[in-house]
């Protein structure tokens, strides 16, 4: 069983930069693919970023390369998801996830509560 925690979402102006933190309990953290995901209102949930459980493979979605950097660390049991140039369109309610198979390619066992990042033109 592992639990999800998100942290670190919260209101920032168009260009400005987050840093979204997720904590995991439980001692497989590190076995786990990691991904990050969003909904936004009145939209589907859809991937944005995710890592292998050894941080070699990272993956993005097209909205978000360049601008996002996925990161984790195995030590802290700990994955997060800094956003730079952040963009009106990336207002969502932001959710951690692992899961098994590939950066790419999750198939999610857990999930997080979710934290909300609005960003402001």
């Known amino acids: 069983q592992v639990q999800l925690v998100e942290s670190g979402g919260g209101l920032v102006q168009a260009g400005g930069s987050l840093r979204l933190s997720c904590a995991a309990s439980?001692?497989?953290?590190?076995?786990?693919?990691m991904g990050w995901f969003r909904q936004a209102p009145g939209k589907e949930r859809e991937f944005v970023s995710g890592?292998?459980?050894?941080?070699?493979?990272?993956s993005y979605d097209d909205s978000v390369k360049g601008r996002f950097t996925i990161s984790r660390d195995n030590a802290q049991n700990t994955v997060s998801l800094r956003m730079n140039s952040l963009k009106p369109e990336d207002t969502a309610v932001y959710y951690c996830?692992?899961?098994?198979?590939?950066?790419?390619?999750?198939?999610?066992?857990?999930w997080g509560q979710g934290t909300q990042v609005t960003v402001s033109s």
């Open positions: 996830a692992a899961g098994l198979g590939y950066s790419d390619n999750i198939d999610i066992r857990y």
């Open positions: 439980g001692s497989t953290f590190g076995s786990y693919v």
């Open positions: 890592i292998n459980w050894t941080g070699s493979q990272r």
